[in-house]
């Protein structure tokens, strides 16, 4: 079955502009996660959706925001871009945490 | 915030066994994932203990005392392809939170 799909792989954007990276999760989940993983600080949370809901939210600033379709499939969005914002941004998906949250092969975004 | 400690660095030597520790404070978590990164990939799922104890899954084993707020990954008759990142990851109120890693290298 596929897996959890990421788009685009590679982002090249500018300071102050603003990006959306889109997440499909595997077929049924309906859970989403989204992370940001950099060199300095790891893997941080920054928000998860159930039902186009958002039940949790990182310690990130509002330009950080997401949303969450009917159909499970999730977007994040990242406004007024900083170079600090370079990162690969992951997205995971899962059925229940017993199943472990299978993750996407990611975005990789620089800021320049 | 929630601190989560895991050495920087292990090697070993291909054939053996290594365990890698994780500590952390208990407080909101009701379970633990290990995962394992290889450079420039996504992270991958390896184990998920709910209840105290050991899990034991092929070559890979997780140990979890939620009072203790300990877990270790047990990885046994290493292979090459056993180099990679393995990130502990606390979870509870539906969010991971990972440490930053332990890098395995094994040589043979």
């Known amino acids: 079955k596929a897996g959890v799909t990421q788009t685009p792989r590679y982002l090249i954007k500018t300071r102050g502009q603003q990006v959306t990276l889109s997440c499909s999760p595997i077929?049924?989940?309906?859970?989403v996660s989204w992370y940001q993983q950099t060199p300095g600080q790891g893997l941080q949370f920054l928000f998860e959706?159930?039902?186009?809901?958002?039940?949790n939210k990182g310690n990130f600033p509002g330009r950080f925001s997401g949303r969450q379709f009917s159909n499970s499939r999730s977007e994040m969005n990242v406004s007024t871009l900083e170079l600090g914002d370079s990162a690969l941004y992951l997205c995971?998906?899962?059925?229940?945490?017993?199943?472990?949250?299978?993750f996407g092969s990611g975005t990789r975004l620089t800021v320049v | 915030g929630q601190n989560i400690d895991q050495p920087t660095e292990m090697t070993a030597t291909e054939g053996a066994i290594v365990q890698i520790n994780c500590t952390y404070q208990?407080?909101?978590?009701?379970?633990l994932f290990w995962y394992q990164q290889h450079a420039g990939e996504a992270p991958t799922f390896l184990s998920y203990?709910?209840?105290?104890g050991l899990e034991e899954k092929g070559r890979f084993s997780s140990f979890l005392s939620r009072s203790k707020g300990y877990s270790y990954l047990l990885l046994k008759e290493l292979q090459m392809k056993d180099s990679a990142s393995y990130l502990c990851?606390?979870?509870?109120?539906?969010?991971?939170?990972f440490g930053a890693g332990t890098r395995l290298a094994v040589h043979p």
């Open positions: 208990t407080s909101g978590f009701n379970g």
């Open positions: 995971a998906s899962s059925l229940s945490p017993n199943y472990g949250y299978t």
């Open positions: 959706y159930f039902s186009e809901t958002q039940r």
């Open positions: 990851a606390p979870w509870g109120y539906n969010k991971l939170i």
């Open positions: 077929s049924g989940h309906r859970s």
């Open positions: 203990n709910v209840l105290d």
